[in-house]
Structure formats: C-alpha cells, structure tokens
C-alpha cells in the first residue's frame, strides 16, 4: 500500500516503531514516537484562541472568529502545508486506542467551548461580550488546549512532571 509515497506493509501500518512509523522516522517529523501524536494539530486551536484574546481590543477580529471550523485531526493534516501529513495521519491510526479516545474526547470539549463562543460572537461583539469571549479562551480553552499537549506528549491530565531530576533538585531546595 502506499500512502502519499510512503510504501507500507500490512506490520507499518499498525505498529508503531516498525518501517515508516519507526521512532527516528516519527521524531524527525515532530510526531512522539511512543503515542504517534504530532502538536502541530493544536495550532488549529491556537489560532482561534489568539483572535478570541485580541476581540477586547479589535473586535474586528470577530468575522475571523466566527470564520472558524471544527477540523479532526487528519483533517487537519489533509489540508494543511505539515512536511510529513502522510505520515502524521499514518502514525494517528497507529496510536494506542485510549491515548486517541482521550484527545478526541479534549477535542470535543475545545470544539464546544469555541461554538459556544462563537454563539455569543453572533449574538453581538459588544465590549462585554468581546471579554468574555476572551476570557473564555484564557481560562477554558487554554487549558484544554495545554491537556490535548500533554496526551500528545505522553502525559495524562494530573499526572506529576516530578520525574525530572530538575525539578526534583528545585523542590528538595524549597524544603530543605
């Protein structure tokens, strides 16, 4: 099979770390190797979220609010300018089931929390309406958008960074 010049075997198509989907493969695309995940699909978001937080002082920015539209994640590989989409796409299908259920269920969430914005949007890009809607990108859609990072990082929500010998090092020195 191939797939935007990428020839597969029936293995590369489903595991991760083998032919295509091999870990120096996916780390040189900027896709993590252990969840087959790629951040450049977060920038779908983040560019809403940076229009909804610039509405208080350009409220012009609201057609370009509005303008928005939910995008899966091979979607947004499909369309976009992404080096190595074929392989992002590829490596998605090959992700752990729970790790792709948890960002599809973030997803939704931060889909909903931009079309809720967006109905206020239509309602009236008033001053008041045009901080709330920012204000909604800062304390609901950020983190959510931080949480879809962390999945794709390899990080489940609420799970301690205090791996890092680092940070260990800097909360041993606050202690004592």
């Known amino acids: 099979m191939t797939l935007g010049g990428l020839h597969m075997t029936t293995q590369d198509e489903s595991a991760l770390g083998t032919g295509v989907l091999g870990a120096d493969a996916l ?32 409220p012009d920015c609201a057609g370009d609010v509005l303008d928005w539209q939910p995008l899966d994640y091979c979607g947004h590989f499909r369309q976009s300018a992404f080096k190595d989409k074929d392989l ?31 109905d206020r949007l239509r309602a009236g890009s008033d ?23 962390g999945t794709i990082h390899g990080r489940e929500e609420g799970e301690d960074d205090f791996a890092d010998e680092t940070a260990q090092a800097g909360i041993d020195a606050l202690f004592g």
């Open 127 to 149: 001053e008041a309406t045009c901080r709330a809607v920012a204000s909604l990108a800062t304390e609901e859609i950020k983190p959510l958008i931080a949480a879809a990072s």
């Open 27 to 58: 780390a040189a695309a900027n896709i993590n190797p252990v969840t087959g995940l790629a951040t450049d699909y977060l920038n779908h978001f983040n560019e809403v979220v940076m229009l909804m937080e610039m509405l208080p002082d350009m």
């Open 88 to 118: 992002a796409i590829l490596a998605y299908a090959a992700a752990p089931r729970a790790v792709r259920a948890h960002l599809e269920t973030l997803i939704l969430q931060i889909d909903n929390a931009v079309i809720e914005a967006q």
